[in-house]
């Protein structure tokens, strides 16, 4: 079974919207992190956001969001008030305490932003 | 800047040929991530390394290889390379613990003409 499923290839949001990005996860470890990475078109992954399976309360960071559902095992991606610079390549990630230091990245979401 | 260097940021070569690209992890890291990435496709997991020793391997072919030197700095060798083989190749680092993130360098583009 995939680690981390992101079902949407792409997406477009108007400029000023808000836009969700999903993300779901397979774990059978307690205690895990989630995290979202920003690729834009010059190529670099860029660290967004990070969600903790103990924490208690959705990630923010700036106009980034994480909308966490344990239960569902599922850690969407808000990102408010998009801009243009937000188009980009976004990949959902997990690392599990108990495989130590292995990361299990998303096949990536490619977000346009429309003027 | 994410601390994380890696060089050369390009690398143009031919077929058949061997390169080595090289990656100097964040002060404190003790692990070492590679990955491949071919144009629009997501990340490949090639390799894993912690303080010096290989701790997970991914999709990683026998054609390449890998290691992590006594000063943390890690490098990936690529031989009798294909035309498929042109991809960008990032290296992470991170330290232990399920809340650190990784954080990669700004990769390394290879070219085989």
């Known amino acids: 079974a995939q680690k981390i499923t992101q079902t949407q290839p792409g997406m477009f949001v108007q400029e000023k919207e808000a836009v969700t990005l999903d993300c779901t996860y397979d774990?059978?470890?307690?205690?895990?992190?989630l995290f979202w990475y920003k690729q834009p078109s010059s190529g670099e992954m860029i660290f967004l956001i990070y969600?903790?399976?103990?924490?208690?309360q959705n990630a923010t960071e700036g106009r980034y969001s994480l909308n966490f559902q344990k239960a569902r095992k599922s850690a969407n991606l808000v990102i408010s008030a998009s801009q243009l610079g937000d188009s980009a390549m976004y990949f959902c990630?997990?690392?599990?305490?108990?495989?130590?230091?292995?990361?299990?990245f998303g096949t990536g979401t490619s977000l346009t932003v429309i003027p | 800047d994410s601390g994380v260097t890696q060089t050369p940021k390009h690398l143009i070569t031919a077929t058949g040929q061997r390169v080595t690209l090289r990656c100097s992890p964040r002060?404190?890291?003790?692990?070492v991530y590679w990955y491949q990435q071919s144009l629009d496709q997501g990340l490949q997991f090639l390799i894993q390394?912690?303080?010096?020793?290989?701790?997970a391997k991914g999709n990683i072919l026998e054609r390449f290889s890998a290691q992590q030197f006594p000063d943390l700095h890690s490098e990936l060798n690529l031989s009798s390379l294909e035309l498929g083989d042109s991809a960008l190749y990032f290296c992470?680092?991170?330290?232990?613990?399920?809340?650190?993130?990784?954080?990669f360098g700004d990769g390394t583009r290879l070219s085989i003409l």
């Open positions: 992470a680092s991170s330290s232990s613990g399920s809340n650190q993130p990784q954080h």
């Open positions: 774990t059978s470890d307690p205690s895990y992190g």
């Open positions: 969600q903790g399976s103990y924490d208690q």
């Open positions: 990630a997990m690392r599990e305490e108990y495989t130590g230091n292995q990361f299990y």
């Open positions: 002060s404190g890291d003790l692990s």
């Open positions: 390394y912690y303080n010096g020793e290989e701790r």
